[in-house]
């Protein structure tokens, strides 16, 4: 049994945060892939997305939004280009939908959106011992966080950190992939994609998907100071709400890393603060498993809710919510 999807897409346990932070190799089956071929893509999703697509370097990777004229999110990306293409991933369940929305404002320009997703097999690798075992194949990796390099293996993503370790997506063909799975289980514990999402949230990584869509002004969840959004750049849907939330001081609402002792908290669910129990203060952005029986999410919410220190998932009266360090500041000048 040598098949990279043999060896790294059986049903896992739910890895805890100690586990990744080790260090974990998971296959990502629910990401998917469009790639924007064409002389005027990178212009063409400039004016589309949050961030600065025009200048987009080929060592570079972002994060970006896709919101609707009223500044709510639709879709949230990790972006990065090569010498043809420039790739957008998001959750594979609203990517036909975002892919269809995005063409429907192509017009005359000269790009053309493909779902690439089955091109590539995409690995995720992170916590103490992921350099080291990367290592193997490649001689060097990305330097910094939102980096990458190009290597006839494939393409390697170096996002943001967590556990105070590097985390990397490396796109390979099946080919390579197969080649490198034996050693990837030997040396690194095997997650799926609930164990790259845990990572992601300890990261304060937000991704919008189903049952978050047009729930957020990309403020809400911490994007700007993830650098998914580009205040200099010009107009795209969404724009002027987006801007005035930065310098208006309008935005009164941000996201928090929570533990959640209730599995079922999910993408979409409600967050109350005893203090209005009647309506819901906030809502759960991502979730996943922790292994101790519960989930570890993060949670957009009111500011005012947030400094008491006292919010619920479900209801009142509903567990509390035990929050922990973000890997970044939640900078309150802007709200």
């Not at 932070?21 to 063409?44: K, M, P, R």
């Not at 790739?87 to 690439?116: G, H, N």
């Not at 011992?129 to 290592?135: G, H, K, S, Y």
């Not at 129990?277 to 009111?302: H, I, S, T, Y």
Request: hydrophobic letters at 45%; one cysteine or more; aromatic letters at 8%.
């Amino acid at each position: 049994m040598n098949n990279w999807n043999q060896l790294l897409t059986q049903e896992q346990e739910s890895l805890t945060t100690s586990q990744l932070a080790t260090g974990f190799v998971a296959a990502l089956t629910d990401q998917g892939l469009i790639a924007f071929s064409g002389e005027e893509s990178a212009s063409f999703l400039h004016n589309q997305l949050t961030n600065d697509v025009e200048h987009l370097g080929l060592d570079d990777v972002r994060l970006a939004g896709y919101c609707s004229p009223k500044g709510r999110m639709l879709a949230s990306f990790l972006m990065w280009k090569s010498d043809d293409s420039v790739f957008l991933q998001l959750p594979r369940a609203i990517q036909p939908a975002v892919q269809k929305r995005l063409q429907m404002f192509i017009l005359r320009s000269k790009t053309k959106p493909a779902d690439v997703t089955e091109q590539y097999v995409t690995l995720a690798i992170g916590g103490g011992d992921a350099e080291a075992v990367l290592q193997t194949w490649f001689d060097v990796l990305p330097a910094k966080p939102f980096s990458k390099i190009d290597h006839p293996l494939g393409t390697v993503l170096r996002v943001a950190d967590a556990f105070g370790a590097p985390r990397y997506l490396w796109l390979a063909s099946a080919e390579t992939a197969s080649m490198a799975a034996s050693m990837l289980k030997d040396r690194l514990l095997v997650g799926g994609n609930e164990a790259w999402r845990l990572s992601e949230i300890h990261a304060g990584i937000p991704q919008v998907g189903p049952g978050t869509q047009e729930q957020f002004v990309p403020q809400m969840v911490n994007f700007e100071l993830l650098g998914g959004v580009n205040f200099k750049k010009g107009c795209y849907p969404g724009q002027e709400i987006v801007a005035r939330s930065q310098y208006l001081g309008k935005l009164k609402r941000r996201t928090a890393l929570a533990t959640i002792a209730d599995a079922a908290a999910a993408p979409g669910s409600e967050v109350f603060s005893p203090a209005d129990p009647e309506q819901p203060c906030g809502m759960v952005v991502n979730a996943a498993r922790n292994g101790a029986g519960g989930v570890d999410a993060l949670v957009e919410m009111k500011l005012e809710a947030l400094e008491t220190g006292d919010v619920r998932f479900g209801s009142a009266s509903g567990p509390a919510l035990q929050f922990k360090p973000l890997p970044y500041a939640l900078d309150k000048l802007d709200v």
